[in-house]
């Protein structure tokens, strides 16, 4: 990705449109809240001087650090920044709060997940000599594991079909990014398709078959040759 100085302008005009585009649904969002509360919605100029004072700090602080990136791991080999980025990664994947995604809750709890992804994004960062494409790949990836839940959330929670459309769009989008090395893109379809289509078809065929009664996560022992099966005869519960 990083092998000419275009790519670094190119990822820093991904960054800037993926700002604009939140930004963008953050002051719809707020308008529609305020609107259904039935309270005056935010004036723009006081959204965009509240987004000036908290990106500014960020924006100055990866300026700072990243010149720094480049001692940060000079001790360390290229096999060891690979397998500490590719653990903090699948770190990340586990421990998401997919109920916050899901809509299933209103509170983002995942912290430890954001950390994970960072971490594993600073390591890869720290081996970019040019400071400006490692702070490109640094904001990149604070967009994509610390902003972008937030969006999806609401996406979700505004259109199913849209947060679906986003989902295929999102893995296309990797795939492509990963047909550099052909056989991580065909390893990511193949691991795609196995954890959405064929686990959850293997689990529920399972669970069809297996489970007498569908009540409750495991079938209720019945006891049949003691003084209690005819208690729980008397009381109808062995049928």
Known sequence: MYSEEGNAYTLTLINAALFALSFV???ELQHQQAMERGETPTP???HVLRLGRQVLPLVAVIILLSPTL???TA???ND???ALSTFAMCLHVLLTDYNYLNCNTEKCKQNTAVSA???GTILVASRIQSFFRSGALITFGIL???LSPIPRHHLKRTSATAHVGLTFALCGLAAGCLMQVPMFAVLYCL???AVSLAIPWCFVTLHGSMKKQINGPWDEAKPTNSAAAAEWANAGLLR
């Open 25 to 27: 649904f953050y002051v």
């Open 144 to 146: 994509c594991f610390a």
């Open 80 to 82: 060891t920044i690979v």
């Open 44 to 46: 723009l100029l006081q």
């Open 117 to 119: 992804a960072t971490f």
């Open 70 to 72: 480049q001692t940060l």
């Open 75 to 77: 001790t360390y080999s």
């Open 191 to 193: 691991l795609v398709v």
